[in-house]
């Protein structure tokens, strides 16, 4: 008995020193703080400051404050799945710099902000699917090009830059499945990557189209280059009243066609205005065949008007070459008359 005492009392020093909160289950072996199912509203404080694994799972943790994790820097497994957490503060992680796998999943986030995760050099797994997330910034932070494993399905996200893709070069895997993806001018770019990505050997479960309504349900990697039109440029140069003159066009047009379908105002919205083109395909071949046609009559023609006046001026010149060595031969016509006339 007393030997058990001894041993509890030493466990629960431990457990003290270390600062394990009231709620959570620390596992000294396993480096691992336990603290899912325990109606957490916030990280708990107080945790040991040298584990690597922390569950916060299956809590109602609506906020991460700025120093949250500054007691934890060994940190390499976060989860923080099946949550309240709305939005989540750029910097929130950067002093988890062994971070490795971020499970953000089940949660009510709507937005990520620029550089969100900065300073996560060893993040690998970035998991965001679950969300009601409509929009993903151009990147996610310095010093995330290691991230292998990215997931954003199950999400409302029309649109994804190709510029944040482009900014993790180690991604093995993508998953963007039931998303309401909007195939039009804006996704070019991402068709552009997914292409590269899959012929480099990458893993993704695809991308299928929601809107516009003649696409809804195809594969992106399915839809023909030409069905997309590129994007209007945006001129910096504009006058204010235009640019006004515009906005309430632009509202007004949006009010009418709230009740259409939402492929078609997406298209509307970025695709160019049509440029004079031929009626139809099978019309700019036969200009281009009658082009062809009168370009080589023409060639012909002045090829033949070459060769005829080179062989004119060559035959010319002979005759001229001939009717000189006549009048060598025989005197010049002036010399010949006299000759003539006394023979009559």
Same mark, same amino acid.
């Given at each position: ?304 008007? #070459? ?5 004119? #001026?060559?035959?010319? #010149? ?27």
């Amino acid at each position: 008995t007393d030997n058990w005492l001894l041993v509890w009392s030493v466990i629960s020093l431990a457990h003290t020193a270390h600062g394990c909160p009231d709620k959570c289950l620390c596992h000294a072996a396993s480096k691992t703080a336990d603290c899912k199912n325990r109606g957490f509203t916030e990280i708990p404080a107080r945790l040991p400051p040298e584990i690597q694994i922390l569950q916060l799972q299956n809590n109602r943790i609506w906020r991460i404050n700025q120093n949250a994790f500054t007691a934890t820097p060994l940190l390499k497994i976060l989860d923080l799945s099946n949550n309240s957490l709305s939005s989540v503060a750029p910097g929130a992680f950067q002093k988890l710099r062994y971070l490795q796998v971020l499970n953000l999943t089940r949660n009510l986030i709507h937005y990520i902000e620029n550089k969100t995760f900065s300073f996560l050099p060893r993040l690998k797994e970035l998991d965001l699917s679950s969300n009601s997330i409509i929009r993903l910034p151009e990147t996610f932070g310095n010093s995330t090009g290691n991230i292998t494993l990215l997931s954003v399905k199950h999400n409302k996200l029309q649109k994804m830059e190709r510029i944040l893709l482009e900014s993790l070069p180690n991604l093995k895997v993508v998953l963007f499945k039931d998303n309401p993806w909007q195939c039009n001018c804006n996704i070019f770019g991402l068709k552009l990557w997914l292409e590269s990505f899959l012929y480099r050997g990458g893993i993704s479960d695809g991308i299928i189209c929601s809107a516009p309504g003649i696409r809804k349900g195809k594969d992106l990697l399915k839809v023909p280059y030409e069905l997309f039109g590129a994007c209007p440029l945006r001129t910096a140069h504009v006058h204010l009243a235009s640019s006004h003159h515009h906005g309430l066009e632009h509202r007004s047009s949006l009010k009418h066609g709230h009740h259409g379908e939402l492929g078609d105002s997406g298209r509307a919205s970025c695709e160019p205005k049509p440029k004079p083109r031929p009626v139809s395909l099978r019309h700019a071949i036969a200009t281009v065949v009658i082009t062809g046609v009168v370009c080589g009559i023409v060639c012909l023609m002045m090829l033949a008007a #070459a060769v005829y006046g080179c062989a004119y #001026a060559a035959i010319t #010149a002979k005759s001229h070459k001939e009717h000189l060595a006549l009048v060598r031969q025989h005197g010049t016509p002036e010399e010949k008359e006299p000759l003539e006339s006394s023979l009559a």
